[in-house]
């Protein structure tokens, strides 16, 4: 595709449920990110995949947290037990080798709101 | 970890005026990118910058590596450039970008 699709735009879910969100990336690009934009924290890192390589783990926030990323293309993150503090903007990024230096092109995100 | 400071944290302009908005960042970095974030909250790459000077049309920016900052330059303001601008960095740790907190710009008609 032309750009970083997501998918729902807008996802509300009642507290204690489980969420999956879709990413799709540019299509070639090898490297995949998660981030997270909420008011209290700002734009944070959450989750980066690169080619065949074991991911980067180290902004999940907690273990309810989780992603895949299938056939080296579209990724899902997964919350299970959603808390209300998980309400967010959740953003995907793809990068073309995931070399640190690759410029990072940001999808239209999903809105989560834990009620 | 590596620290990302932006300012001013807000900015209103009349049309037509000019502005600078600052990043400051605490360590050397090999990525440095400015988004702005539109009001449908969509982040739009505006420059690629881990050092020099560029431009693209009424924006520009530098980045002085050595002195760990980068300015975004708007000139001719536009109701259109209203939003928030992020400055985010990436360093040898992978791929992460590290975002600072945004300057958020309102430009008055």
């Known amino acids: 595709g032309a750009g970083v699709s997501q998918s729902p735009s807008n996802k509300v879910t009642e507290k204690g449920k489980d969420v999956e969100l879709r990413c799709d990336p540019i299509s070639g690009h090898t490297a995949l990110y998660w981030y997270r934009q909420s008011l209290g924290q700002g734009l944070e890192f959450l989750i980066y995949?690169?080619?065949?390589?074991?991911?980067?783990k180290s902004g999940l926030p907690s273990d309810r947290f989780s992603a895949e990323r299938t056939g080296g293309s579209v990724s899902t993150l997964t919350i299970q037990r959603t808390q209300q503090e998980d309400s967010a903007v959740y953003l995907c990024a793809s990068s073309s080798t995931g070399h640190p230096t690759d410029t990072q092109y940001f999808g239209p995100g999903t809105r989560l709101t834990v009620l | 970890g590596i620290q990302v400071e932006q300012s001013p944290p807000d900015l209103i302009l009349q049309e037509g005026a000019n502005s600078t908005l600052r990043c400051n960042f605490s360590d050397s970095v090999n990525n440095l990118q400015w988004f702005h974030q539109n009001p449908w909250g969509q982040l739009i790459n505006l420059f690629y910058?881990?050092?020099g000077t560029k431009q693209n049309g009424r924006l520009s920016a530098t980045t002085v590596a050595t002195e760990r900052y980068s300015l975004l330059y708007i000139s001719s303001s536009q109701t259109t450039d209203s939003g928030v601008y992020f400055c985010a960095v990436g360093y040898n740790q992978g791929g992460k970008l590290i975002f600072g907190q945004g300057t958020e710009l309102s430009v008055k008609p």
């Open positions: 995949f690169q080619g065949n390589s074991a991911p980067d």
């Open positions: 910058i881990p050092s």
